[in-house]
């Protein structure tokens, strides 16, 4: 099992986030959470990596008890177990695009440009690995921040809104890149969004509530 979460609950001072959320998710599924605006959905993503801390509960990564680490040990953890697609692209507009795609390998200590070059192809940037950010389109960029959290070939990708700011026909592009490029690496795929499109490609939808997570309804996206 990629990820296991057991009755989580999280709390902003007395407010709470969420609560007795629980989920399982194995290696190559492709699980979309859906729910209302404030719910705590990015908050869960941040939980499952270990970027934020919880009040109850527990989170275990490729067998891992994310929670019983120190910072130092979930950074390490998120380094070589875990890729990250948000809404924003976070690419660095100095490096060209190879750069940005090869960071996760360079923290790791590796250098594979061929590796990187695998990736561009992959996502359909073949021949843009020496364009700098400013000369690509938001598709382009996201399919780079796509190419960059997968290759490390992590176990686990976690994606925030990644088609948000993308017209209905590039971020359908992008899906497919995204799940495409998950289901050969056998990375598992947590997607938090609002896309009726994005949710048509799932495994399985869940609705983040009050109550935890829940099977989604027929009609389970809102704004």
């Not at 599924?29 to 859906?34: D, G, K, P, Q, R």
């Not at 990596?49 to 891992?64: C, F, I, N, P, R």
């Not at 008890?65 to 890729?83: H, M, S």
């Not at 990375?187 to 938090?192: N, S, Y």
Request: hydrophobic residues 45%.
């Amino acid at each position: 099992m990629t990820l296991r979460i057991e009755k989580l609950s999280k709390h902003y001072g007395n407010t709470p986030v969420f609560a007795n959320v629980s989920l399982a998710v194995a290696p190559g599924e492709f699980v979309a959470i859906v729910g209302e605006s404030g719910v705590g959905k990015s908050t869960l993503l941040n939980c499952m990596a270990g970027l934020d801390l919880w009040d109850q509960g527990t989170v275990h990564l490729e067998g891992v008890d994310v929670g019983a680490l120190n910072e130092d040990q979930r950074a390490l953890l998120r380094r070589a177990k875990v890729g990250f697609v948000f809404q924003a692209f976070h690419v660095l507009p100095h490096l060209d695009v190879a750069q940005n795609v090869a960071l996760p390998l360079l923290l790791l200590g590796q250098n594979d440009p061929a590796r990187v070059q695998a990736m561009l192809d992959a996502v359909g940037l073949a021949a843009l690995g020496a364009r700098l950010p400013q000369q690509l389109s938001g598709g382009q960029l996201q399919r780079v921040a796509i190419a960059r959290a997968l290759v490390h070939q992590p176990r686990l990708l976690l994606a925030d809104e990644p088609t948000g700011n993308l017209d209905p026909s590039t971020a359908a592009l992008v899906m497919q890149a995204l799940v495409q490029q998950c289901r050969s690496h056998g990375a598992a795929l947590v997607l938090v969004t609002h896309s009726v499109a994005a949710t048509e490609q799932a495994d399985r939808v869940l609705h983040l509530g009050s109550d935890g997570l829940r099977p989604a309804s027929a009609h389970p996206v809102t704004n």
